[in-house]
Structures are given as C-alpha cells and as structure tokens.
C-alpha cells in the first residue's frame, strides 16, 4: 500500500514544486515589467492544477505517515514536524495571497513585490517539503 501512496506523492508535489518554479519565472518578469496581467492569468490557470496537486500530497502524505510512524511519534520526528510546519506556512501565505493581496493588485492597490514575495515563499517552501520528504524517507540526520 506504501509504494502506492509515495508514487502518487510524488507526483503530485512534482507539479505543486515544478508548477511554483514556473509561476516563480513569471512573477519576477511581472515584477519587472510592473505588470500584473502576466502573473494573475498565470496564476488563475495554474491554480486549477496546484492546488489539486497540493490537495493529494498532502492526503497521500499523511497515508503514508500514519503507515510508517504512530501518530504518537509524530512529535519526535523532526523531518515530519518539518514538513507540517512548511505546509502549515504554506496554508497561511495561499490564505493570505488569496483574500488580501491578489484582490488588492486586482482593484490597482497593491504591491507586485508582495505578490512576488508570497510566490518565492511558497516555492522556497516546496523545496524544504522535498528536503524534509528525502530526510524522512532515508533517515538521514
């Protein structure tokens, strides 16, 4: 059941991370041309494949971390308290990106660099869900 699960995890955060670098791309040219078009059609499209994508790793993540650890022993492993924290941030900057700042850039008031910020947050943080996932799955410090 195990294997399953971490092929279909893979996968999917392959997206979420490959799909974030590209969105990354393009809110720097946004940035630089102080031009929004570029990354909210990127991004209204994008969205209807990442956050699926997040959706099904994080369920296939947590399937996998109840086979391995009890739930008990979630606390005292710090690749997987790593991992919760980094989608915990996540969570908090797709939140925020979502109510306050792409509205504000949509009525004309708010800041690209803000936007920019969210989207190289959130993929920095999809690289640290790889790490923590490597450091997990073998064990390593």
Request: charged fraction near 15%.
């Amino acid at each position: 059941m195990y294997e399953p699960l971490q092929l279909l995890h893979v996968l999917t955060a392959s997206v979420w991370i490959g799909g974030h670098i590209v969105v990354l791309r393009y809110a720097y040219e946004a940035l630089i041309k102080k031009d929004s078009s570029i990354l909210l059609e990127l991004e209204s499209r994008y969205e209807k494949l990442g956050i699926p994508s997040l959706v099904v790793a994080v369920i296939t993540g947590v399937s996998m971390g109840l086979l391995m650890l009890p739930p008990s022993g979630w606390i005292n492993n710090w690749a997987l308290l790593g991992k919760l924290i980094a989608l915990l941030l996540t969570i908090a900057l797709a939140i925020d990106a979502r109510f306050r700042v792409i509205p504000s850039i949509k009525g004309g008031r708010g800041s690209l660099l803000d936007l920019f910020l969210h989207v190289l947050a959130v993929t920095l943080l999809s690289l640290a869900f790889t790490f923590f996932g490597w450091a997990l799955h073998f064990g390593k410090w």
